[in-house]
């Protein structure tokens, strides 16, 4: 991986890879596009971010350089140059952007490739200011990246790598037509000229077509099953009628036992700084309401929504990550994407309509390994996703309630036409849409590691996983960097000063 990369894994304290890592950077590596599925929380971050940040250290900026001095120079002014970064990676939200950014700058540290962030909802003249210091790889949201496109203050003509996180989610935000414009209507090098990246939790329909749109000759790789919960995340579902939700809500939080590794005992726990709640609303009014209603109960709480302003968010998000306030209410929109150590308990105090919400929403517990606990209400507002909450609770060899499993029998007689729900059907099983006219046969990585040709039906079960070897001694040696954009991080500095100072 290079010196850079080891040193700030070394300094991150990671000391293992998870099983997407394990398999997707070998993949990333050497040089193919990737359709990676993956549950949320599974460490998908690291999992491009080094290989691609290794990747720029050791090739350097090459035209991208020239191009940058070209354009001050043709300006006039060194501050107002067109900046073109080696790396783009796209995110739903300004949450997730931030998030990203932030381990790409931790992964960065003492080289000299400088990341950048501009998303929506900031001041888009400080985030060109920041531009305009420099950029190597930028994150991005699609509307914010849109408008600085525009602006002709980015350019993508020598743009390496692509990656689009949380691809599904982008979709369901309805941002295509701002992605597929960035991609194919802009001077971005088309695919088999750039690597693509592509991560999903789910592999609906709609992220089919886009992976064989973008991704040219590309791996599928499955990490776990697709649309899926994680083991590691103890799942309770409880029925409490709509008026009782509050007081019930209050003895959840006086008594609830977070799961622990065997051999420790369990006792009621808390939230606090180690041990975080995050309960969702379905909606801005009721996030404001029950906050209030917390605060006088005695609680520190602070909460966050789509109506609030970036850096009330920003505030409330802080105060949550650094426990001066341990419960944070969010809507659904809000927090999407979000990755908060020490999430030991997601409450759904009001259940999605969407099976996949559900999925995203406990996915903020028991991430990279760590156990959660995941708490839902449900009552008879929640029928419509009766059959699909067992189908996750079975899958997930989670306790299910004997009136749950009355529940989805009834509904399933009363309603025998009604199909899975829309964005949930495209898990394993499902009709592979990638071998349409427009876009040949991708290869997919099987559970047990082999390769076969894309096509047929589905992805059969269980694991995932890029083969055997590949992964291993990811965190011993990868060899020297000799300089590159980490010259003056050794003595090894005999590389070469991409810079030209």
Same mark, same amino acid.
């Given at each position: ?6 040193? /700030?894994?070394a300094m991150?304290r990671? &000391?293992h890879?998870t099983p ?12 193919? *596009? $990737?359709m990676?599925?993956a549950?949320?929380? +599974? ?7 080094l290989?691609? =940040? ?19 120079? &043709?300006s006039?002014?060194?501050?107002? !140059?067109k900046?073109?970064p080696?790396a783009?990676i796209?995110?739903?939200?300004r949450? =997730?952007? +931030?998030q990203?950014?932030d381990?790409a ?5 003492r080289?000299?490739?400088?990341c ?6 900031a001041?888009i ?5 920041? =531009?305009? @210091?420099g ?9 914010? =990246?849109? &408008?600085m496109l525009?602006?002709g %203050? ?7 790598f692509?990656v $689009?996180d949380?691809?599904?989610?982008m979709?369901?935000m ?11 209507? *802009?001077t971005?090098p088309? %695919? ?5 990246m ?10 089919q077509i886009l992976?064989?749109?973008?991704l040219?000759d590309?791996?599928? $790789?499955a990490v ?5 919960t994680?083991? /590691?995340?103890?799942q ?6 709509e008026?009782?939700?509050r ?9 609830t036992?977070?799961p ?9 726990e808390?939230?606090?700084k180690?041990s975080?709640?995050l ?13 209030d ?15 609030r #302003?970036? !850096?009330? @968010?920003?505030?409330?998000?802080a105060?949550?990550r650094?426990g ?8 659904a929109?809000a927090? @999407?994407?979000?990755?908060i150590?020490n ?15 559900y999925?995203h929403?406990?996915?903020?517990t028991?991430r990279v390994?760590?156990l959660?606990?995941a ?5 008879d507002? /929640? +029928? ?9 609770l079975?899958?997930a060899?989670?306790e299910v309630?004997?009136w749950?499993? +009355? ?6 007689? %009363? #309603? ?9 059907s495209g ?14 046969p991708s ?7 082999g390769?076969?040709?894309?096509g ?14 590949g ?9 020297g960097?000799?300089?590159g954009y980490?010259g003056s ?11 030209? /100072?």
């Amino acid at each position: 991986m290079g010196e850079i990369i080891m040193a /700030n894994i070394a300094m991150s304290r990671y &000391d293992h890879p998870t099983p997407v890592q394990k398999h997707a950077i070998p993949i990333i590596k050497s040089k193919r *596009d $990737l359709m990676a599925c993956a549950q949320t929380g +599974s460490g998908k971050t690291a999992a491009f971010l080094l290989p691609v =940040l290794s990747q720029i250290y050791s090739e350097g900026p090459g035209e991208a350089l020239a191009a940058s001095k070209n354009g001050a120079q &043709d300006s006039g002014r060194y501050g107002r !140059r067109k900046q073109y970064p080696l790396a783009m990676i796209l995110a739903p939200t300004r949450e =997730l952007a +931030s998030q990203i950014y932030d381990e790409a700058r931790k992964f960065a540290y003492r080289s000299r490739v400088r990341c950048c962030v501009v998303y929506g909802g900031a001041d888009i003249g400080q985030q060109i200011r920041e =531009l305009e @210091r420099g950029c190597h790889l930028v994150v991005a949201t699609p509307g914010r =990246l849109v &408008d600085m496109l525009e602006r002709g %203050k980015i350019g993508l003509d020598y743009c390496s790598f692509l990656v $689009l996180d949380e691809a599904d989610r982008m979709l369901d935000m309805g941002f295509e037509p701002q992605i597929r414009r960035i991609v194919e209507q *802009d001077t971005m090098p088309p %695919k088999g000229i750039r690597q693509t990246m592509m991560f999903s939790a789910t592999f609906p329909k709609e992220i089919q077509i886009l992976a064989r749109d973008f991704l040219e000759d590309y791996i599928f $790789l499955a990490v776990g099953r697709v649309g899926s919960t994680s083991e /590691n995340i103890t799942q309770k579902v409880v029925w409490v009628e709509e008026n009782d939700k509050r007081s019930f809500l209050l003895d959840l939080l006086n008594a609830t036992v977070i799961p622990t590794d065997e051999n420790v005992p369990e006792v009621p726990e808390k939230p606090g700084k180690e041990s975080l709640t995050l309960v969702f609303v379905e909606t801005k009014k009721g996030a404001d309401a029950l906050e209030d209603f917390l605060y006088h109960e005695g609680y520190s709480c602070t909460s966050i929504h789509g109506d609030r #302003s970036q !850096r009330d @968010r920003e505030e409330a998000l802080a105060q949550f990550r650094s426990g001066r306030c341990p419960i944070l209410v969010a809507t659904a929109v809000a927090a @999407r994407g979000l990755d908060i150590s020490n999430v030991k308990h997601v409450i759904n105090f009001d259940l999605p309509s969407d099976i996949e919400e559900y999925v995203h929403r406990i996915g903020r517990t028991g991430r990279v390994g760590n156990l959660g606990l995941a708490t839902s209400f449900f009552n008879d507002k /929640n +029928s419509n996703i009766t059959k699909d909450l067992l189908d996750i609770l079975v899958e997930a060899k989670q306790e299910v309630p004997s009136w749950l499993e +009355s529940l989805a029998y009834e509904h399933q007689h %009363k #309603s025998t036409t009604r199909g899975r729900s829309k964005r949930f059907s495209g898990g394993f099983g499902a009709r592979d849409y990638r071998q349409t006219p427009g876009g040949g046969p991708s290869n997919f990585t099987t559970p047990r590691g082999g390769r076969s040709a894309g096509g047929g039906r589905g992805f059969g079960g269980g694991g995932g996983g890029f083969g055997g070897g590949g992964g291993g001694g990811f965190y011993g040696g990868g060899g020297g960097n000799d300089g590159g954009y980490g010259g003056s991080y050794s003595n090894s500095g005999s590389g070469t000063d991409w810079w030209g /100072n």
